[in-house]
């Protein structure tokens, strides 16, 4: 399955990771005015969250099926008040999920208040409308005769000019006929006002004063003056032209200013008219111009089925106004399950392909590489010493002086030359000269069956002679106080080294404490001197060596590992500590959980500021973004308004008993509270109404792919079904 933002950020030329991340928080949450997720302004819950004020399309998040749609014909109004105006238009899409080894989960996604119709055809030449229910249309814009060449058929045995049977719009293109040669007496015969060419496969002869060439294998239909009069029919109608195909035969015309509903063709220079078999040029018509397409139904929930691609236009935002929010734009988002395989699905142990690592949080990330080959009497040779740190290192040995009479030559065989395995001309060094040849080769030598290589010829019985290993031309860092020595020589190492630098290490250099949980990716392997995996690992913003065993294995499929967490009890109330809950001491363990993380100054209520900041605040959304949590849907309050009501009524209970006195013109205050409780209810009540469309959904399984193109194809069918 295809996932996609939805909505397609802007990160300008060639950004950073930093700069993509930083765009992305911008545009998720992180900067609402409101609608938060799962508790939002007034301590209410919200199941989604709100994309404000973008000025952009909004795209399905996921491939899936478009199961049910609103589109409001215009904006809907608060009771009484026309100045706070919202849409109630939605989408709903289903969606299903199956991994590699075949592990499925069914979710949907909500896009509500996406803009109505009278806005989106508002928009500039539509571009609100999405695709999903558009028509594309241009105007022709062209009055004049069907002017262009009329062509003639070929024929051989034609002595006289053949009937002209095609007709070539201005501008078209006709391929040159550079191989018929025409039989002895034809008219075409020497005539140089003529030329051969083909079109939709047919030869043709076309009068050479009205073409150009085009290119080395066409001619272009060209009028030299306004005044030809070379047209299809003199006396015909006027118009803009059609053909029956791109670069086509001239058909009819369309008089100007007509409307077509036409669609782009695969050439940039043609429209199809849909519907038909014709086509127009473009540079006839005006702009393409969107409106919605004549079967899309308005002010009326519709249950469909229509296939829709992750990333692909759905809508745009509206207003979604109040008192408290003015000239609020901003679609809701949200996305719920009624899968019962929801606990399997996050805990998902099956898929393990896709395995990644993180480094916990207080971990150290050594700068030093271990090791397990310098033991104790390696021989390693000092190359400089800079403060507390020496350089050790091996390269090749040599004998400048060896006897021929003391080697054995050994033929052609792969030794270390260099670091490097290559193929040398090797000597076997006889056993009473061993001693002597291995101390002048710093005692390098492991063994008396070890091979040394030829290096060079010194006289006709003088050799020169060499020893390398796999580790010569390699250098590393460590510590001054594990070697004794000068510079230059080669000295045993007294202990085992299991820890080395790879680049010069200062005074600087220390080992990295992790900041926080990090996902890192592997640089490089090795053991050390216990045989223990040790990984060189780097972040974005640290690297450095570190056992395998202390990393955190990261399966992708098992969402539980990163922090998704169902929540069975989140209460079915809508106002968090009102109604029931009003005279309990210790509000909802649901909502105690967010206020950890988001009540600030502990005063047991969610401020507008402070869910801002919780939402700016990455690790806090993080944690919160991940709750799933069971709960009623808000789009299904009107079945349960009295429940709502209650709550609501409850809320204003608790300022009216604290209410004494009259106000500064002498209303009572209980009473007024009382009328603004009812006012408030009566406008709720009707926007509730608006919006909700839950009980209008159809259930049930949606009807398979094949069953309904079978019905489509019965039901559309304009030929003979042989």
Not at 102 to 108: C, L, N, P
Not at 149 to 156: F, H, P
Not at 647 to 666: C, H, N, P, R
Request: charged share 30%; glycine share 6%; hydrophobic share 30%.
């Amino acid at each position: 399955m295809k996932v996609e933002y939805p909505i397609l950020p802007s990160y300008g030329n060639t950004p950073t990771e930093e700069a993509k991340e930083q765009t992305i928080a911008r545009y998720y949450g992180h900067q609402n005015r409101a609608g938060f997720f799962p508790v939002g302004m007034h301590n209410t819950w919200h199941g989604g969250i709100h994309i404000e004020d973008f000025g952009t399309h909004i795209r399905a998040i996921a491939d899936g099926r478009i199961i049910a749609y609103r589109i409001p014909s215009d904006y809907c109004f608060e009771k009484d008040n026309e100045n706070n105006k919202y849409s109630n238009g939605f989408i709903l899409i289903q969606h299903h999920f199956e991994t590699p080894e075949k592990v499925t989960f069914r979710f949907y996604s909500l896009y509500m208040h996406l803009q109505p119709k009278k806005e989106m055809e508002g928009s500039a030449n539509g571009e609100n409308i999405p695709d999903l229910y558009a028509k594309y249309t241009a105007k022709t814009k062209v009055n004049k005769g069907a002017t262009g060449l009329r062509v003639r058929e070929y024929c051989e045995d034609d002595t006289k000019k053949s009937k002209e049977i095609h007709f070539i719009p201005k501008g078209g293109l006709i391929k040159k006929d550079t191989t018929t040669v025409p039989p002895k007496g034809h008219w075409m015969e020497n005539n140089t006002q003529y030329v051969f060419c083909t079109h939709n496969g047919e030869t043709l002869c076309a009068y050479k004063g009205w073409l150009l060439d085009y290119d080395d294998a066409h001619y272009q239909v060209n009028h030299l003056k306004a005044t030809d009069t070379n047209t299809f029919t003199t006396n015909g109608p006027k118009g803009t032209m059609s053909f029956d195909a791109i670069n086509g035969k001239h058909v009819g015309m369309e008089c100007k200013d007509v409307e077509l509903d036409v669609e782009t063709t695969k050439s940039k220079h043609w429209y199809k008219v849909k519907h038909t078999n014709q086509f127009v040029l473009v540079k006839d018509c005006t702009a393409l111009s969107k409106k919605i397409k004549g079967d899309v139904n308005f002010d009326s929930i519709e249950n469909v089925d229509v296939p829709v691609k992750a990333g692909q236009i759905i809508g745009a935002p509206s207003k979604y106004e109040s008192d408290e929010l003015k000239q609020y734009t901003t679609v809701h988002l949200e996305v719920f399950t009624d899968d019962n395989n929801l606990s399997n699905f996050i805990n998902n142990t099956k898929d393990k392909d896709r395995t990644s690592y993180e480094v916990a949080k207080d971990k150290t990330l050594q700068i030093a590489k271990p090791c397990n080959g310098l033991k104790a009497n390696t021989k390693v040779k000092i190359y400089q010493t800079k403060g507390d740190f020496t350089q050790i290192g091996f390269e090749d040995v040599f004998c400048e002086a060896i006897n021929g009479t003391d080697i054995v030559h050994k033929g052609k065989k792969e030794v270390y030359v260099n670091g490097t395995k290559v193929t040398k001309t090797t000597y076997a060094i006889k056993d009473e000269k061993f001693s002597e040849i291995n101390s002048k080769l710093e005692s390098l030598l492991p063994g008396k069956d070890v091979l040394v290589y030829w290096a060079g010829k010194v006289s006709d019985s003088i050799r020169k002679v060499g020893f390398g290993t796999p580790y010569s031309g390699k250098t590393y860092w460590i510590n001054s106080n594990q070697v004794t020595g000068n510079t230059g020589e080669w000295v045993a190492l007294s202990a085992d080294i299991t820890a080395i630098y790879e680049k010069e290490p200062d005074d600087d250099t220390q080992d990295l404490i992790v900041e926080k949980a990090t996902k890192i990716r592997k640089v490089a392997t090795t053991k050390d001197s216990q045989n223990n995996a040790w990984w060189h690992v780097k972040s974005k913003t640290q690297s450095g060596w570190i056992k395998k065993s202390e990393l955190t294995e990261k399966n992708p499929y098992k969402w539980g590992d990163f922090g998704w967490d169902i929540l069975e009890d989140t209460g079915d109330q809508y106002f968090y500590m009102f109604g029931k809950l009003v005279e309990k001491s210790e509000p909802h363990t649901f909502i105690q959980r967010i206020w950890e993380q988001a009540d600030t100054d502990n005063d047991k209520t969610l401020t507008n500021a402070e869910l801002q900041r919780a939402m700016r605040d990455k690790d806090t959304l993080n944690n919160i973004s991940k709750l799933i949590c069971k709960h009623a849907n808000e789009w299904n309050t009107q079945k349960n308004i009295s429940t709502f009501e209650s709550e609501l009524k409850s809320l204003f209970q608790k300022g009216i008993d604290e209410a004494e006195g009259t106000d500064s013109e002498g209303n009572d205050l209980k009473q007024k509270l009382e009328q603004q409780r009812d006012q408030k209810l009566e406008v709720l009540n009707d926007k509730i109404k608006k919006l909700c469309f839950w009980d209008s959904i159809q259930t049930g399984d949606l009807v398979p792919v094949a069953t309904r193109r079978k019905e489509y194809i019965e039901t559309h069918r304009t030929s003979n079904p042989a």
